[in-house]
């Protein structure tokens, strides 16, 4: 059965990243895999009446499993409704890599994929990625494709170095494919060890970015691997016994000069991962009798609502957008 996803209250990305480029601020990209992080995500965005996109890997669908995140999103848009606010709600597939993938997404509700040829020879890439915008946009899906390869490891992702991209690629790449948006490669990095530690963490590449927007004037650019990666988090969780030292993330003040520009979606996965590990690790190393799962997910979610409120307010200047966004789609 295929699901349009219209029926559950989404909306893809085109309005969102058109109005966040002219406003100077960046969509926020909160990736989930369980129903704390989700209500985390809504939560957050509804006190702030911030748009949102939330997005799952592939290894993420499989965890929730297709039909349940489904229900999920459904139950996401219900709890906007419910909380009296009026924010939009896409739902896209972060790091797609097959067009059966992105197809199957499609005909499950999702309002936007990525797919992700990066890792293949340039023009593989780019047949792959037409491929895939030839099916989602009939179904007004939007698609966003990648040029440049990340470094780092996040779920199904990995890379052990990275290759920015070539701005000289770009204009000719979003013309053959009809992306909708692009993500790039300037210094990000996915996970928590985006540089090594002990080192001043180098800038992002400004300079790429700024000669992509003079070659694609007003298009939609992308960051990935662009969580902090919240020293009280990491100190909190290595108090607690757990082993991440050395992780270091991008520093917010870089990402919100990101924001300022043609980059209108960020995506942040890691540090809501280790917001919620933190508190967890937290209330079991205080009260090792606990077993009660939401004695520890609750006070894990609340933390994540706190993370997600900073960002969208203070780093990616979201915040007081979303009802503007959803009159401006009508």
């Not at 085109?14 to 909160?30: D, Q, S, T």
């Amino acid at each position: 059965m295929t699901v349009s996803y219209k029926e559950l209250g989404l909306v893809n990305t085109r309005e969102m990243f058109a109005l966040a480029i002219k406003g100077g601020f960046a969509i926020p990209a909160y990736n989930f895999n369980n129903m704390e992080q989700l209500q985390a995500i809504i939560r957050g965005c509804v006190e702030t009446d911030s748009p949102v996109i939330i997005q799952v890997s592939s290894g993420a669908r499989k965890y929730a499993d297709s039909t349940m995140l489904r229900y999920m999103a459904l139950g996401a848009v219900e709890m906007v409704k419910a909380a009296g606010a009026s924010i939009p709600i896409a739902l896209h597939l972060d790091h797609g890599d097959t067009f059966e993938l992105c197809k199957d997404c499609i005909d499950n509700g999702f309002s936007s994929v990525m797919i992700d040829g990066s890792h293949h020879p340039y023009e593989e890439n780019v047949k792959l990625t037409r491929q895939v915008v030839e099916y989602a946009h009939p179904r007004n899906v939007t698609v966003e494709g990648e040029l440049g390869v990340l470094a780092g490891i996040e779920d199904e992702v990995s890379s052990e170095v990275s290759h920015y991209t070539r701005p000289e690629e770009v204009q000719d790449f979003v013309g053959r494919t009809g992306v909708d948006s692009l993500a790039i490669s300037i210094g990000t990095s996915h996970g928590a060890y985006k540089f090594k530690p002990g080192q001043p963490v180098p800038p992002l590449r400004f300079d790429i970015l700024e000669e992509c927007e003079k070659r694609l004037p007003g298009f939609p650019i992308v960051l990935h691997g662009a969580s902090s990666v919240v020293p009280e988090y990491v100190e909190m969780i290595n108090k607690y016994g757990g082993k991440l030292e050395g992780a270091v993330g991008v520093p917010e003040e870089q990402l919100r000069r990101a924001a300022k520009s043609a980059v209108c979606k960020i995506n942040i996965d890691s540090d809501g991962r280790l917001a919620m590990t933190a508190v967890i690790r937290k209330v079991l190393g205080e009260s090792p009798k606990e077993f009660d799962p939401r004695k520890y997910l609750g006070p894990a979610r609340d933390e994540l609502i706190k993370l997600i409120k900073h960002k969208n307010e203070h780093v990616l200047g979201s915040a007081g957008h979303g009802k503007e966004i959803v009159a401006a789609i009508g």
